[in-house]
């Protein structure tokens, strides 16, 4: 393996970030008055031509930049700290600032060596499909507004409902990421169950459940106490056994069980619940069975995936982020509700002035289904993508997501230097550096401190969390651009680390 030397991106920050831009500039507007805020036709299809031009040369040259850069706040407000400008300034300033000091400071989360967190692997159709989204300022809120738009919704979210395998009175809608489909189900489970009545009620989940559900639950107005995080069995999955007791104990004591959340794929380690186990106490004991699948469902799509994510199908409701291992731009997450008609219960509000928005039954009002009123057409870039590529296309690259970590654990179990915490699972691989005679405290400050140069030298990045209190390593390998290369140089960029944090002070 061959370590990478210190000038190894063939070049300068600088020059990846100032690529000539607006050959258009001179004719933009500069600081007269425009009072209807429009740009003239050969303006704006050069200025388009620009931006499409400059988001190629960025997708284009995405492997030879760093992860990752982040600049410190007060370099920050030096740049980018002004008065608010009362006269505009030419187009080409408000761009050169743009790709100089706000796009150089990012980290790429499309970027084939980004193995942090939950990496965002997009592809340019819904790149563009956004820009149209805009471009025709699509309100997606109501059949009056925007009823192509909403039968395309309808046609999207039914699209994965059949891929995930609920029954035709499934249904949903486009949200912001998992943040929301998960407070849109509860919020659904708690008028479902509890009619508003939450007092005593309880939920119960693992102590890997993401924390989008714990915030979810206290704008809902639970308390800390009524959330139940079960320690998760030896694979980081929720425990039926425990589930069962806990549940039975809260009974005798006159609480009201009403909510079971179930993972498929935590954001750690991959792990999946014991769906169909979880499912069946949830149909005993009459609780709602939601599946956090913001990560992981997507993996339906692929053999594997399939396979671990087995009772998927069984829940009452479902969260399944596009913009995670769909492959879409941010913002996109989906919400399924196993009785769609729920949701209009749990959050349609009809005043006085969008009375004009009634419809026949047939046609949908999706404000009528969560939190947003004005909403934009996210379901389209999600429709264009699968029309364009084809749900094949989508299949295979969820797939390589599986192959990489699964390549990413081989490399690291060959190499004396770590261990192997979880197996690679769904696309996520956990480890950690070990030193021979070190204590707990010295190899968890090893981890930590490579984790710390990774991002800093931003080359690759990967993300540290905690299982069983240490310290541990992840890499997430859901980017189907990713080349068995970028892993092996990242393993080794991140061996090279941990070497140097061995060594003595
Ligand atoms: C399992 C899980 N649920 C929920 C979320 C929250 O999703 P979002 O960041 O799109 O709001 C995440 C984010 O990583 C996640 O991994």
């Keep these: 393996m061959r370590f990478l030397s210190e000038g190894h991106f063939p070049h300068s920050i600088a020059f990846w970030y100032q690529l000539p831009c607006c050959k258009i500039l001179s004719i933009m507007s500069n600081g007269h008055s425009n009072l209807a805020l429009q740009l003239s036709r050969d303006e704006m ?41 009362e006269r505009g300034v030419e187009i080409g300033t408000v761009i050169r600032q743009l790709q100089e000091n706000i796009f150089a400071n990012i980290m790429h989360n499309d970027h084939p060596r980004c193995f942090s967190f939950i990496p965002g692997p997009s592809n340019f159709v819904s790149i563009m499909a956004d820009a149209l989204a805009s471009g ?15 039968e395309v919704e309808l046609v999207t979210v039914d699209w994965l409902r059949q891929l995930c395998g609920l029954p035709e009175s499934a249904g949903g809608l486009f949200v912001s990421g998992g943040s929301m489909a998960n407070l849109i189900s509860l919020g659904t489970a708690r008028h479902a169950m509890l009619r508003g009545k939450t007092a005593g009620a ?21 308390e800390t106490a009524q959330l139940r995080k079960l320690p ?46 979880t ?33 998927l199908h069984l829940a009452d409701s479902l969260t399944l982020d596009p913009h995670k291992w769909l492959f879409q731009p941010f913002e996109i997450g989906c919400v399924l509700i196993r009785d769609v008609h729920l949701l209009k219960g749990a959050f349609a509000i009809r005043p006085e002035y969008l009375k004009d928005l009634e419809s026949t039954g047939e046609e949908i009002n999706f404000c009528d289904y969560g939190i947003q009123l004005t909403r934009s057409f996210r379901a389209l870039k999600l429709w264009m993508s699968l ?25 690291l179990r060959a190499s004396p230097y770590w261990e192997i915490v979880t197996a690679a699972t769904m696309g996520i691989v956990t480890f950690r550096f070990v030193q021979e005679g070190g204590s707990q405290h010295d190899v968890d400050r090893i981890n930590q401190q490579i984790v710390d140069e990774i991002f800093k030298e931003g080359f690759a990045t990967a993300s540290s969390t905690r299982l069983l209190g240490r310290k541990v390593l992840r890499l997430c390998t859901i980017n189907p651009r990713t080349t068995e290369d970028d892993i092996r140089q990242t393993v080794c960029r991140m061996e090279h680390f941990g070497r140097l944090a061995c060594r003595p002070a």
């Design 136 to 150: 025709f300022n699509v309100i997606a809120a109501d059949w009056l507004e925007a009823s192509g738009p909403s």
């Design 202 to 222: 309880v939920v119960y989940c693992s102590d890997q459940t993401h924390s989008s559900v714990e915030r979810a639950l206290q704008v809902l107005g639970f």
């Design 387 to 411: 029309k364009v590529f084809g749900l094949q296309a989508f299949r295979e690259a969820v797939a390589r997501g599986f192959v990489l970590a699964e390549f990413a654990e081989t490399l």
């Design 279 to 311: 499912a069946e106490v949830c149909r005993q004991e009459g609780l709602w069975f939601h599946v956090d699948g913001a990560y992981g469902a997507p993996a339906v799509l692929c053999e594997k995936g399939h396979s671990l994510l087995r009772g």
């Design 232 to 277: 998760s069995d030896d694979l980081f999955r929720l425990s039926v056994a425990c589930l069962k007791r806990e549940v039975t104990a809260d009974r005798a004591a006159g609480k009201v069980p009403f909510c079971v959340i179930a993972n498929a794929g935590t954001t750690n380690t991959g792990a999946v619940d014991p769906l169909v186990e």
């Design 45 to 85: 299809l050069a200025f388009g031509h620009e931006i499409v031009a400059i988001i190629v040369a960025h997708l284009e040259n995405l492997s030879n930049k760093p992860v990752v850069r982040k600049m410190d706040r007060s370099s920050l407000e030096k740049r980018l700290r002004e008065p608010l400008p």
